[in-house]
T-cell receptor
């Protein structure tokens, strides 16, 4: 079966760094996406990885290891507005996105 | 219209009633999707359409139907609503359904309660 695992909830302090992990087992792999979803809102795209390594975009970075079926999203210099759920999704062999349940990130002052 | 719109924003529906959720995009995207999102679960694909005139079943299609008469519109119909269909429904679109880089853009969602 296809499976995406990520922690249910994490807590971090404003100004700090947090790493949200995602492991996956899917039928095929055509890229991994991270989305941000604020409470009561739609998911919005953050990053995309299809090759191994680190992709950096401002305060956010995403890492992929295809051999380990593993990715992480790194958020630096945390701000209160970063309080949200972070969704990991993998494009399978049919290019359909398989979604994790999301990680709720709580930022404390 | 900018992006994807959904209507209604929220709805309370009696069990057994028929309901159509509307979705319209103005980005000329080929592919469109309907998801449901329930607490503690990931987004689950209900139906999809790779291009106008074609539709396909996702992970949880039972009790739902879709049509894609043109590029812009992708309505989702619940023929006879049941309480287990209480959920938040998101419509999404992407430029292509068959490319690796398949960033999906989401509508604001419809919160549906079936009593």
């Amino acid at each position: 079966g296809q499976n995406i695992d990520q922690p249910t909830e994490m807590t971090a302090t404003e100004g700090a760094i947090v790493q949200i992990n995602c492991t996956y087992q899917t039928s095929g792999f055509n890229g991994l996406f991270w989305y941000q979803q604020h409470a009561g809102e739609a998911p919005t795209f953050l990053s995309y990885n299809v090759l191994d390594g680190l992709e950096e975009k401002g305060r956010f970075s995403s890492f992929l290891s295809r051999s380990k079926g593993y990715s992480y999203l790194l958020l630096k210099e945390l701000q209160m507005k970063d309080s949200a759920s972070y969704l990991c999704a993998v494009a399978d062999s049919n290019y359909q996105l398989i979604w994790g349940a999301g990680t709720k990130l709580i930022i404390k002052p | 219209i900018a992006g994807i719109t959904q209507a209604p924003t929220s709805q309370i529906l009696a069990a057994g009633r028929r309901m159509t959720l509307r979705c319209t995009q103005d980005m000329r995207h080929n592919a469109m999707y309907w998801y449901r999102q329930d607490l503690g679960l990931g987004l689950r694909l209900i139906h999809y359409s790779n291009t106008a005139g074609t539709t396909g079943k996702g992970e949880v299609p039972d009790g739902y139907s879709v049509s894609r008469a043109n590029t812009d519109d992708f309505p989702l119909t619940l023929a006879s609503a049941v309480p287990s269909q209480t959920s938040v429904y998101f419509c999404a679109s992407s430029d292509s359904a068959v490319s690796s880089y398949n960033e999906q853009f989401f509508g604001p969602g419809t919160r549906l309660t079936v009593l």
